[in-house]
């Protein structure tokens, strides 16, 4: 009998580990890789964060251009050192973190092929070895800095497959995912978020959930998932909600926020999502978008912590 593949695979719209369907929980958490969103983190603090997640947790990170590859190399070591994983996002939409700049369309229809490519090349080929790593992320937020309804969906379908090919050309053991928002940032929505993620390296799709920013009383489960989880049954592919977080100021204490958190958590795994990470896990009080910082005693750190084994 052959020995478990230890890299994260997928079997039609859910993930696998060792064989087993699984989901993962998990937070968003960058000053882990060192810095930016919030100060980089001490060894002693990714030593605590790897350790309080969950068996089989997964944390997202940034890798743009401009990342500190040794501080990536520290975090992509602690992760398999506790049986943790990792997603990593390969750039950014916005300016925010990364040397590239800004997107536009005429960066996702061919000026990505240069110098980004030559970095997602660089990047996979550095984790091609490591079980930690549980998929790439093209991009983070695609189009997002432009606003709704921006992006084409056949040039996104090119950019992340090329994208997708170029990983996979270097390193065919781990999945890549697109990082998108949701449906919502397509000219023809839901089909434009269809076609975009239809490429056949690419194997994950993406939402992101902070309707509680823009609707009173917001549903536990974002209204996009629904198009997005469609989409995503259609291609046979799984669904990451790879960010998701209530701002704190709507609440009257951390353990409501926490409690409402918790509840989207289990409302997305129960509809089938193959995961749902928590923005923002962090050690700073200086912390991008403090309302979504998750630090110190925030009893969201112990709820993630405590939930079960997430095979299924």
């Not at 230890?6 to 882990?32: C, E, H, K, M, W």
């Not at 980004?116 to 991009?139: F, K, M, N, Q």
Request: proline share 6%; with cysteine; glycine share 10%.
């Amino acid at each position: 009998m052959s020995a478990p593949n230890p890299y994260v695979g997928r079997s039609g719209t859910r993930l696998t580990r060792d064989g087993a369907l699984i989901q993962f929980v998990g937070f968003n958490a960058f000053g882990a890789a060192g810095g930016c969103e919030g100060a980089p983190w001490t060894a002693g603090e990714i030593e605590a964060h790897f350790a309080a997640l969950p068996p089989a947790g997964l944390t997202r990170t940034w890798a743009f251009p401009s990342t500190d590859l040794g501080a990536l190399d520290t975090l992509v070591a602690a992760a398999g050192a506790h049986g943790q994983h990792l997603v990593l996002t390969l750039d950014n939409d916005f300016d925010d973190c990364t040397s590239s700049g800004v997107k536009d369309d005429r960066w996702y229809a061919g000026g990505y092929r240069s110098s980004y490519l030559d970095w997602v090349r660089a990047v996979a080929g550095r984790y091609a070895s490591s079980p930690a790593v549980a998929l790439y992320e093209c991009v983070n937020e695609a189009g997002q800095s432009r606003g709704d309804g921006v992006l084409d969906g056949p040039i996104m379908r090119d950019f992340y497959e090329t994208t997708a090919a170029a990983i996979k050309s270097v390193d065919p053991y781990h999945l890549v995912g697109t990082g998108d928002s949701a449906e919502f940032v397509y000219r023809d929505g839901a089909d434009g978020y269809r076609i975009a993620g239809s490429g056949p390296h690419v194997d994950v799709l993406s939402l992101h959930d902070y309707e509680s920013d823009y609707i009173d009383d917001a549903p536990v489960v974002s209204n996009h998932y629904a198009p997005c989880r469609a989409a995503a049954e259609a291609l046979d592919k799984p669904l990451l909600v790879g960010e998701m977080n209530d701002g704190l100021s709507r609440f009257p204490d951390a353990a409501a926020r926490c409690a409402s958190v918790v509840t989207s958590v289990r409302a997305y795994l129960d509809d089938g999502a193959a995961g749902a990470l928590v923005w923002n896990r962090t050690f700073t009080d200086g912390a991008a978008e403090p309302d979504y910082a998750i630090r110190g005693d925030d009893p969201l750190i112990a709820a993630i912590a405590a939930w079960p084994t997430p095979a299924l």
